[in-house]
């Protein structure tokens, strides 16, 4: 969802292909989403909101993944999506950059960066869906583990923990590694049940089923199965994982027609905190509901 993109090739040969089939009303603002859960609800709200502010919208949501939505902006084939900071980093060929790990700056570099390229950047969401690690509530609770600082001390201590993972998490040197050099804790073969493939679906279902003693997950930090599963996110206090805070990406002409877009849409991602986000995607991803009557019900909150 957030992750390096395709080659430039393959990006062209699906564009071409999708907008050859597709046509757009002249005088709408096209408004599209990633393919994921969390696109197709934050891009509900975007094109609701708009939609009750007045303005002619049509609805282009799920048209695929990071590479393909950021091409068709780009190309001016939609006028705003939701995108997230961290992404910058892959955007403008800076992964190398630390601007990345603090919410400020990964803001502040992709929003200047983008306005060279005619686009602008909204209120983001203070919700960071980025690389995390997740402990069963019970065993949170019941040892105050709210940090990574505090799950690292529990560890150290002699305590009962086994995290289930993906392979690149426990390899590759950002991931688990990073989070261990950071914290100061060390996981041996014997605390870990690696999975193949990155699905967090299936860490998270490990940690909650307490699959061969598992306790502890890889996860996303909105990721939808949180609440339900009962798993809580640990704080990533020293910010080792790059931020990844979802916010509109708009075309600047299309702001510049309709500036009131932005005051529209900066209550609605400025409510979205890490719990609710989770919230609202597990209504998708869990309970099976309309992502737009998932943004429907929570947008009418906002009324209230």
Do not use: C
Not at 35 to 63: F, K
Not at 96 to 122: M, N
Not at 157 to 166: E, H, R
Request: aromatic share 6%.
């Amino acid at each position: 969802m957030k992750r390096p993109l395709v080659s430039a090739a393959v990006v062209a040969t699906m564009l071409s292909s999708a907008v050859a089939t597709q046509t757009y009303a002249d005088d709408a603002l096209v408004v599209s989403s990633k393919i994921d859960t969390e696109g197709s609800v934050l891009g509900q709200m975007i094109l609701q909101r708009l939609s009750a502010a007045g303005l002619e919208v049509e609805d282009r949501l799920q048209l695929g993944g990071t590479s393909i939505v950021r091409e068709a902006l780009l190309n001016g084939e939609i006028d705003i999506y939701p995108e997230y900071t961290g992404n910058g980093a892959f955007f403008h060929d800076m992964t190398d950059s630390p601007v990345w790990h603090d919410a400020q700056q990964a803001y502040d570099t992709v929003k200047a960066k983008d306005a060279e390229l005619g686009l602008e950047w909204l209120t983001p969401a203070s919700a960071n869906n980025t690389y995390a690690i997740s402990v069963r509530g019970d065993v949170a609770r019941e040892n105050g583990l709210e940090t990574l600082e505090d799950m690292a001390s529990f560890i150290n201590d002699g305590g009962d923990y086994k995290l289930a993972a993906s392979t690149d998490f426990v390899e590759s040197a950002f991931a688990l590694p990073a989070f261990e050099a950071a914290y100061g804790f060390s996981l041996d073969d014997d605390d870990l049940l690696v999975l193949s493939g990155g699905n967090t679906a299936a860490t998270m279902r490990a940690a909650a089923q307490q699959t061969s003693g598992v306790n502890s997950a890889m996860t996303y930090g909105t990721d939808g199965g949180l609440q339900a599963l009962d798993l809580v996110v640990m704080t990533d206090t020293k910010g080792v994982q790059p931020v990844y805070q979802p916010a509109p990406v708009i075309r600047r002409a299309a702001l510049d027609n309709h500036p009131e877009i932005a005051a529209a849409l900066a209550p609605v991602f400025e409510s979205l905190s890490l719990e609710t986000l989770q919230r609202l995607n597990g209504d998708v991803a869990v309970n099976g509901l309309d992502p737009a009557k998932v943004a429907a019900d929570y947008l009418a909150t906002l009324e209230d």
